[in-house]
């Protein structure tokens, strides 16, 4: 079985400041790995995913992922933060290995950005 | 532009009143998925189409239903809803591992 966990309920970070949104996995294959956003009564927005290849994952927003096979983590980082970027993030993975196309969300990390 | 449009945005209606969200795409995606978030949870696989394939996941109740009559278009059917199926339901596409693409969503309230 596939699983997300996201160890934090709440990050909070002063503007201007990096930013770390932590999240482990667990998949009996290899993974797809993906951030999302949720800002209130709005779907899903895409940020980032890694599939294949670099470790390092650069995506929308100026936001990066780091796939680290041997922690099974993906904590999405941004190197200075924005009030805008206030929100709820999750995590999400699909194992490559059993065929099951959907996606299993973390538990999400709500983000808040201070002035 | 919207990629993939949920209608309608704010659904209310009554106990054990039947009610259909309706999702549809432009991008061609031959997977269509329907999931429940209750309070800013984490989204929950209701079921999902791979072409006109059904997949029902084990644990969603027999109350709901879907129908994707083309590409283009899938729908969930509520057959009696309950207050506990009060949230906001997530359309979501995707073409096999590409990342899953969402609508704005359909948040149903149940009086």
């Known amino acids: 079985a596939q699983s997300v966990a996201q160890p934090e309920d709440q990050v909070n970070v002063a503007e201007g400041n990096p930013l770390t949104v932590k999240c482990t996995y667990s998949v009996s294959g290899n993974p797809y790995l993906f951030w999302y956003v949720q800002y209130p009564n709005r779907g899903l927005q895409f940020l980032l995913k890694y599939i294949t290849g670099d470790n390092l994952v650069k995506g929308s927003y100026g936001f990066e992922a780091e796939f680290n096979k041997s922690q099974t983590s993906f904590h999405l980082k941004k190197p200075s933060a924005l009030v805008s970027d206030s929100a709820l993030y999750f995590c999400?993975?699909?194992?490559?290995?059993?065929?099951?196309?959907?996606?299993?969300f973390g538990s999400g990390t709500r983000l808040q950005v201070q002035p | 532009d919207a990629m993939v449009i949920q209608n309608p945005r704010y659904q209310v209606t009554q106990f054990g009143k039947p009610v259909t969200l309706s999702c549809s795409q432009t991008l061609n995606h031959n997977v269509m998925y329907w999931y429940q978030q209750k309070s800013s949870q984490a989204p929950k696989l209701l079921f999902h189409?791979?072409?006109?394939?059904?997949?029902n996941e084990a644990d969603t109740p027999d109350n709901f239903q879907s129908r994707r009559p083309n590409t283009s278009f899938c729908f969930l059917d509520i057959r009696s809803p309950g207050l506990g199926d009060a949230a906001m339901y997530l359309c979501?596409?995707?073409?096999?591992?590409?990342?899953?693409?969402f609508g704005a969503g359909t948040r149903l309230s149940v009086l």
């Open positions: 979501a596409t995707s073409r096999d591992g590409a990342p899953q693409y």
């Open positions: 999400a993975v699909r194992d490559r290995g059993t065929g099951r196309r959907a996606l299993t």
């Open positions: 189409y791979y072409d006109k394939d059904f997949n």
